[in-house]
């Protein structure tokens, strides 16, 4: 079961940063079938393989099973963006958001 929702969030989170299974295999080290392979669910990568995933895919363990978060590493840098505001800048962009809530 956990199995499935790794491989799912995997998946989604490699094509998210637009790269092929094979080229994130051989960027973070590994032979061209193993992400593929862990996708697929013919593989899981030990500890330290998932924290080389991780990295390259910009996200914190933690971002990585937040299976809510599309985007993680998008939200983190527009948060990063979000501290650097003014108080008045901030405000305008909190009012934004809540705009957009309420039409969605």
């Known amino acids: 079961m956990y199995e499935d929702v790794f491989s ?14 094979r080229e994130m295999s051989l960027s973070i080290g ?8 862990i996708e697929n669910g013919k593989a899981f990568p030990s500890m330290q393989g998932f924290f080389y995933i991780c990295e390259y895919l910009g996200v914190t363990p933690e971002e990585f099973f ?14 990063e963006r979000l501290e ?21």
Do not use: G, T
């Open 30 to 37: 590994q032979n061209e079938s193993y992400i593929n392979r």
């Open 84 to 104: 650097r505001l003014s108080p008045a800048q901030f405000a305008l962009v909190e009012e934004l958001v809540r705009q957009l809530l309420r039409e969605a």
């Open 8 to 21: 799912a969030r995997l998946s989604e989170l490699r094509e998210a940063k637009k790269v092929s299974a």
């Open 66 to 79: 937040n299976e809510h978060s599309a985007d993680p590493l998008r939200k983190r840098l527009l948060c």
